[in-house]
Structure formats: C-alpha cells, structure tokens
T-cell receptor
Framework: EAQVTQNPRYLITVTGKKLTVTCSQNMNHEYMSWYRQDPGLGLRQIYYSMNVEVTDKGDVPEGYKVSRKEKRNFPLILESPSPNQTSLYFC?????????????FGSGTRLTVV | GQQVMQIPQYQHVQEGEDFTTYCNSSTTLSNIQWYKQRPGGHPVFLIQLVKSGEVKKQKRLTFQFGEAKKNSSLHITATQTTDVGTYFCAGGENSGGSNYKLTFGKGTLLTMNP
C-alpha cells in the first residue's frame, strides 16, 4: 500500500531532550516536507526536500533540523525541544515539488513538550 | 509573500444543507489544490485545478477556480455526516525556475448536528 509512515504517533518529552520523528515513504517520491499544525494557524511548512541531500527551510524552521540521506526517509530532528514546539506534526511527500499529483500525508505525530 | 485566505473559519450545518468554502490568494496562482482532514485524521488530497475558470465535480462536491486564478471555491450539495471535517485549500505559486511554493489556507471546519 502506498503510504507515508510517521513514528511515533504520540510523544511526550521534556524540555531540552533531543528527539527524532521519523518519516518514510514507499512511493519513490522525490519531494518530502514537514508541516506543523496548530489551532487557528493551519498547516505551516517547517522544512522540505526536493531530492536526496537537498533540503531547504520552509516558513517556520527555527528549532528544527532535517536530513535526506535516502530518498525514502526524511527525519525531523528537534535538538533541544521547547514547549512552543508542542504541536501536531505531519510529513508529506509528492512526486515533485509542484505536487501536481497532490501531497500524500502521514498520519501525524502529536508532540507534547513539558 | 504569498497569502492564501480561506473563509469561513467555521461552518455548522444541518444534514442535507449545502456548504461552501472560499479561498482567496493575494497573488495569481499556478494551481490550487483541495484537501480534507477528518477529525483526528490527516489531510487527504481531493483535487487539483489548474486552468482559469476550471470547474470539476466529484459526486456532491463542486470545485471552481476563478477566471483570474486568484480565488477558488468548494461547494458541497446536500451535506452528509461523512462530510464533517476541515477543508483546506492550497495555492501554488511558480515564481520561476525551481521556485515553486504551495501555501495552505487555514481551513474551514465543517460541523454538523448528529
């Protein structure tokens, strides 16, 4: 089944403890992206990657890192999480950046930083 | 920068009533996409519009792209309980070369009496 898989689905952590949210797609998509969703603010892009070893900042990149060493994986790294990073995170992928075939989203990761 | 405004933010209907959400961009778009997110779920791609004045239908859903390619609408006829969720538009802007950006609106939450 074609899908984007995120792990974990839920995570509660403490301020300053490094964490990684994994994202993997099995559709051979070139484009991958991370979004955070907050009430009243919609979906905001954190980082994106147009291909292996090519990443770039989205609208809200502060406090986040990403890497794209393989085409299928695009992990999101929070080196020192803070409470304002409590949010619902989605990974998405598409054949191309233009997403003319639409973006496929993962099931989401609900992160709470205390 | 590109802004995509979506109205209304919330809409409560009685089952069987019609529903419309509107999307407006501050700039001319190359394409517009629509997504649906069920409560507790992830955004799911519904459709893409590319041409000026384009109209597409999916059963009870009608999608329109404005003549100036700066606005779009989603109309649902005779809503059903399965239509409950948040509907997002996402406007694509191509500013030349590989500079393409897809910006999501904040979404319209459709609720219904059980």
């Amino acid at each position: 089944e074609a899908q984007v898989t995120q792990n974990p689905r839920y995570l509660i952590t403490v301020t300053g403890k490094k964490l990684t949210v994994t994202c993997s797609q099995n559709m051979n998509h070139e484009y991958m992206s991370w979004y955070r969703q907050d009430p009243g603010l919609g979906l905001r892009q954190i980082y994106y990657s147009m291909n292996v070893e090519v990443t770039d900042k989205g609208d809200v990149p502060e406090g986040y890192k990403v890497s794209r060493k393989e085409k299928r994986n695009f992990p999101l790294i929070l080196e020192s999480p803070s409470p304002n990073q409590t949010s619902l995170y989605f990974c998405a992928s598409s054949l191309s950046r233009t997403g003319f075939d639409g973006y496929t989203f993962g099931s989401g990761t609900r992160l709470t930083v205390v | 920068g590109q802004q995509v405004m979506q109205i209304p933010q919330y809409q409560h209907v009685q089952e069987g009533e019609d529903f419309t959400t509107y999307c407006n961009s501050s700039t001319t778009l190359s394409n517009i996409q629509w997504y649906k997110q069920r409560p507790g779920g992830h955004p799911v791609f519904l459709i893409q519009l590319v041409k000026s004045g384009e109209v597409k239908k999916q059963k009870r859903l009608t999608f329109q792209f404005g003549e100036a390619k700066k606005n779009s609408s989603l109309h649902i006829t005779a809503t059903q309980t399965t239509d409950v969720g948040t509907y997002f538009c996402a406007g694509g802007e191509n500013s030349g070369g590989s500079n393409y950006k897809l910006t999501f609106g904040k979404g319209t939450l459709l609720t219904m009496n059980p």
